[in-house]
Structure formats: structure tokens, C-alpha cells
């Protein structure tokens, strides 16, 4: 490790965390929102950077292994405060073992979500979208950024084509993705939204786009919605895992720090983590549909 660590110069943390904020600015996260850096020593020397959807046991393992100096996650690790790091609680071992171990943690959540490009923008080129994207709900200071992607499929599928498609490129979880509308609906404009969505479902539905990707869809909003859609030929709905919608995101924000900071002259080493940390980790179907009993 020594060897591979020498090839890489580093920089000092207040610089990586200056080039995140060039490309995340804090100022756009929302008021709830934790973001920026959670521990960490300004003059330490950042060399290796993961990058990871959560902040949780399993990443901190791998950037132990790895020798990471800098985890950069995009959920908070403390989104409503605290009292208190004691290690006798998950959230202050994860902060005992990052500092024990000289890693810092810096997070871009909301920043990251509304940013050009940000987390959406990745999400819709992983499931097939292409040519110029736009916020589906811009934000009124700067119409460029905002939540959401529309964006267009390279020519109109099937409902079930394009869902197969978006599961192709969507990192693989427990479940499967879910689909609400007729199967065999013809769709290209396609809207998505990284995490939990179903606040910009009527969003959705007034930019009249055929389909509308997301996570976290809850029973009753999608029920209503999908009601609604019947009437009007609204959109359709597909709920896909948390975590897999994001994770996209973490490629392309690794990819754009090395690059800012090599056009300056700093090298850093970049990984994405590969550890599953959606919260559901098995299915089961019931053997029997309803609709199939005498």
C-alpha cells in the first residue's frame, strides 16, 4: 500500500472540501439539511477518497481496508443534531473509528441533489436517457438547476422495455424495481427523481412526461396518482430503491473532483464503494395470487 499511496500527491483536506464545494454548494441545501464537513482536520493530507451513498459500519470497514483519508457520503450521518459522539451508540462508534482511524467525513445531500449535474442527471443517463436534460421542478433563483431530470429515451419502447432497461442500469438490490401503468404503454419522455420522490409526484403529472422514476413511493399517493393518471393519460410509475437511485451520482462526483483537482496541479485516488447499504436485504412472494384463487 505504501508504494500506491507514494504515487499519489494528495492535497489537504480544505482543498478537496473547497473543490466539493465548487461543484455542491453548501448554500443550496435545504434549511433541514446537514451537509459539509462532519470531522476531519482541515491540514490533514487527503490522498484516497470513497465515496459512498451512506455513512454507515460496512463503508467505514472498507475505507479502513482501502486506506481512505476522506469518505465522502451524500446522506448525513446526523441530519437532526446531537448531544453527544459516545461510542456507546452506531452513530458515535462511526465517528470513534473515522477519527481513531484519520478519516474524515464530508457530506453533499440536497446540495448534491439540485446541483448541474447532481444526482439526477446521473440517475437518468443510468437508465437510458440521453440529449439535454432539465430540472423537473427548477429552482426559481437558477431555472438550470433544481430537483429531478426530464429527459427523452432514444426512441419510444414499451412501458415494460424501458423498465427492463432502468433495472439494467440500476445498481442490483433485493428487490426489484416496481411499475405502475399498462405494460405496454408506448413512453419516451421520462422524468426521474434520486431518493425519495413522491413530492414532486404532481410535478410530475402537470409536465405531462409518459413515465415518472423514483423511490420511496408510498401506497396511498401512488394509488391516487395512478387514479388520476386513468383519467388523463398521465404518467406512469416506477418505485425503485433508495440507495440504487443515488448511487449513480457517486461515479460521476468522484470523477469531476480528480478532475478539478488535477487540473490544478493535485492528484488524489478516487473509489466508488460497492457495499449494498439499501435497508432491505431479502423478498419473499406469497405463493398464491388472490386474483388466481377458485
Known amino acids: 500500500m505504501g508504494d500506491r499511496l507514494s504515487q499519489v500527491a494528495g492535497s489537504t483536506l480544505a482543498v478537496v472540501t473547497a473543490e466539493l464545494e465548487s461543484l ?7 434549511s433541514w439539511d446537514a451537509v459539509g464537513l ?3 482536520d482541515p491540514g490533514q493530507i487527503v490522498r484516497r477518497v470513497l465515496f459512498a451513498v451512506d455513512p454507515v459500519s460496512a463503508v467505514v470497514d472498507e475505507a479502513i481496508e482501502w486506506g481512505a483519508d476522506l469518505i465522502v457520503a451524500h446522506h448525513p450521518l446526523y441530519l437532526r443534531g446531537t448531544t453527544s459522539v459516545a ?11 473515522l477519527i481513531k482511524n484519520d478519516i474524515a467525513l464530508y457530506t453533499a445531500h440536497t446540495n448534491a441533489d439540485v446541483a448541474d449535474p447532481g444526482v439526477s442527471d446521473a440517475l437518468a443517463w443510468a437508465v437510458g436517457l440521453v440529449g439535454p436534460l432539465r430540472p423537473l421542478q427548477p429552482r426559481p433563483d437558477d431555472t438550470r438547476r433544481g430537483l429531478g431530470r426530464i429527459g427523452e429515451l432514444p426512441e419510444r419502447m414499451p412501458l415494460r422495455e424501458f423498465a427492463d432497461l432502468a433495472a439494467k442500469g ?11 401503468g399498462d ?10 427523481c434520486g431518493g425519495a420522490g413522491d413530492s414532486l409526484l404532481d410535478v410530475a403529472r402537470a409536465a405531462r412526461v409518459d413515465v415518472y422514476l423514483t423511490a420511496d413511493l408510498r401506497h396511498h399517493p401512488a394509488g391516487e396518482f395512478m387514479e388520476a393518471a386513468a383519467l388523463n393519460n398521465g404518467p406512469a410509475l416506477i418505485d425503485a430503491a433508495h440507495w440504487a437511485t443515488e448511487w449513480p451520482w457517486l461515479a460521476d462526483a468522484a470523477n469531476r473532483l ?13 473509489r466508488v464503494s460497492d457495499k449494498v447499504t439499501d435497508a432491505w436485504t431479502a423478498v419473499a412472494s406469497s405463493p398464491v395470487r388472490l386474483d388466481s384463487l377458485p
Not at 455542491?24 to 435545504?30: I, L, Q
Not at 461510542?87 to 470513534?96: F, L, Y
Not at 440500476?170 to 405502475?180: D, E, I, K, N, S
Request: hydrophobic share 40%.
Open 87 to 97: 461510542a456507546n451508540t452506531v452513530k458515535g462508534r462511526v465517528i470513534h473509528r
Open 24 to 30: 455542491y454548494d453548501p448554500a443550496w441545501a435545504e
Open 183 to 192: 405494460p405496454d404503454r408506448m413512453v419516451r419522455t421520462i422524468a426521474v
Open 258 to 270: 480528480a478532475s478539478r483537482l488535477g487540473m490544478k496541479g493535485t492528484t488524489v485516488e478516487t
Open 170 to 180: 440500476l445498481p442490483a438490490t433485493a428487490g426489484p424495481l416496481r411499475v405502475a
Open 38 to 40: 462532519v470531522c476531519g
